[in-house]
């Protein structure tokens, strides 16, 4: 079965940097693009940046020149490299594959960003 796990978050000052990681299982990793979602308390999950199967990347707009998703096909690994963190990018980060007619998501890591 598709299993999504990410790791990596935590509590980070405002300006820091963590790097979350997806390691995927149960689908051919290197024929699908990946995605990272957020959803902070309160608010509806959003988009944050989708890896395509040729490394093309898209970001949120909020997201652009601070974060970098990458992905290592031999690891299947999925990574979000997020920069100059702010406050508002607290929330619970989610690995995502959406396979045939369904989406499939990670159980999400916790991001909080606060000095």
């Known amino acids: 079965q598709v299993q999504l796990v990410e790791s990596g978050g935590g509590l980070v000052q405002p300006g820091g940097s963590l790097r979350l990681s997806c390691v995927a299982s149960g689908f051919t990793f290197s024929n699908n693009a990946m995605r990272w979602y957020r959803q902070a308390p309160g608010k509806e999950r959003e988009f944050v940046a989708r890896?395509?199967?040729?490394?093309?990347?898209t970001y949120a707009d909020s997201m652009k020149g601070r974060f970098t998703i990458s992905r290592d096909n031999a690891k299947n690994t999925v990574s979000l490299q997020m920069n100059g963190l702010k406050p508002e990018d607290t929330a619970v980060y989610y690995c995502n594959v959406f396979l045939a007619i369904t989406n499939y998501w990670g159980q999400g890591t916790q991001v909080t960003v606060s000095s």
């Open positions: 890896i395509a199967v040729t490394g093309r990347t």
